[in-house]
């Protein structure tokens, strides 16, 4: 399969091997057309209405004959403007590759991250693209709709589209597999050129101050992962495992008719590494990360979109479910009792939709497991709390939530890879004594990782794991027991009931 991508030549000189003339060279059969067109639409009146038909169907089949090209157009946008159109990226990406060494109008921007200048095709511009023998021409372009000034609607947006130009004798090439191999190639290069992000969803107001809620990013660098993360390494291998079978599960899925996503609930106490795992599912899948920021987003439709935008390969995150919505106490309040009937269970969860302007527990639920779920694929949806105990049972059910995971206090397997990470020892005269006292102490990884930061730069390197270990031997003295900690969180779980 040969594949040379060539700059625009001028008009009349275009194809070696295709001697056709080009699209452009057509210009003055257009406005001969165009003519013709206008002098039909005077006489038109004067010609008996059976005619018509005859005409009609002959002029298509002349402008066929005279006009041998066949044009495709692939926009930007599908549908509702809801999701930037598959086809649309990959074809960008491929002719960014193929046109910027070739085309004589180029667009210079940098890439998402600011850290290079990406050059693409301009509007207008056109570049060939040779494919077995067949030559095809690509135009970038958009329509920008008409408004008025006085409109109270804002200016309808731009539509960008690709369109493709080739001559009808290689229709079934094009069609069959050119159009494949534009994709292929584009989706690698899209692949290849990938910089990972960590997405939150931000205001933004359009012209006239209407607020809308989009993703804004900047690029993915967090260097945790599953090394550094301090946890029981049977339970850290058995994560990695279902994380790396959920990426190779596309056929699963769709074998077993769900679509491919997977949901986890992370829980336990403050600084025990939910937001740290995170990032080490992140790097390990080489997904991008959505952080959504749910008190932001004002009602189910917005969630909707912003579910919808989000692309596949991506972990979508809310921390601290428990805190971004009043979940547990609307539902149970409004929701009738087991007992109810069915239709008053319907008209709850209606009363609760319809409640203003607000993201409901049904609107999350849809979020997560409805119809629209299901639109692009390969995603993880992530919830973290840290009182699991106050989330509604039906947000963190199987099925929604298949794997929970908890994050608890530092076991000494813990603190031995922090050790390593931290200090680059694996033994130490120390380590019994911290042994011991973990088995009775409470403390979190964060507080054990902030006792092994480095102490002072100066100092050689025995003298300072001596003081870090010494610290922690000191933080741990003073840290709660475990039969404080429990008693103490029994009575607090008491007062919140009294409250
Ligand atoms: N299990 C862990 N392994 C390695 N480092 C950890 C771990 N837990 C906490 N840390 C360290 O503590 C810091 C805080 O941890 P992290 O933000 O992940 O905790 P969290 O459970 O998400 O806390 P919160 O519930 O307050 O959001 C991290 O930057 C990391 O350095």
Known sequence: MTHVAQGSEPLGRRGERDVTMAPES?????????????????????????????????TSKLVGLVYPYIEITFAEYAGERLKRSDAYIAIEAYLGATSSDRAKRLKGETDRDGSQLVLSMDEYEEVTDDFQGARVWWTSSKTTPKSHSFSIYPAPEERRFYRLTFHRRHRKLIHGSYLCHVMEEGKAIGVSKRQRKLYTNNPNYDRFEHKQLVWSHVPFEHPATFDTLAMEPDKKQDIIQDLLAFRESKEYYARIGKPWKRGYLLYGPPGTGKSTMISAMANLLDYDVYDLELTAVKDNTALRKLLIETTSKSIIVIEDIDCSLDLSGKRKSEA?????????????????????????????????????????????????????????????????????????????????????????????QLFESIRRLMEEKQITPADVAENLMRKSVGRAAEENVEACLQSLVKALKECRSKNEEETAAATETQEAKED
């Open 336 to 428: 009738p009792s087991e007992g109810g009937s069915e239709e008053d269970k319907k008209k709850a969860v209606m009363k609760e939709d319809k409640e203003g302007n607000k993201v409901t527990l049904s609107g999350l639920l849809n979020f997560i497991d409805g119809l629209w779920s299901a639109c692009g694929g390969e995603r993880l949806i992530v919830f973290t709390t840290n009182h699991v105990d106050k989330l509604d049972p039906a947000l963190i059910r199987r099925g929604r939530m298949d794997k929970h995971i908890e994050l608890s206090y530092c076991s000494f397997e813990g603190f031995q890879v922090l050790a390593r990470n931290y200090l680059g020892v694996g033994e130490h």
């Open 26 to 58: 057509w210009a003055g059969v257009g406005s001969a057309v165009a003519s013709l067109m206008f002098l039909w639409a005077v006489v038109r009146p004067y010609f008996p209405s059976h005619l018509h038909i005859y005409l009609s169907t002959y």
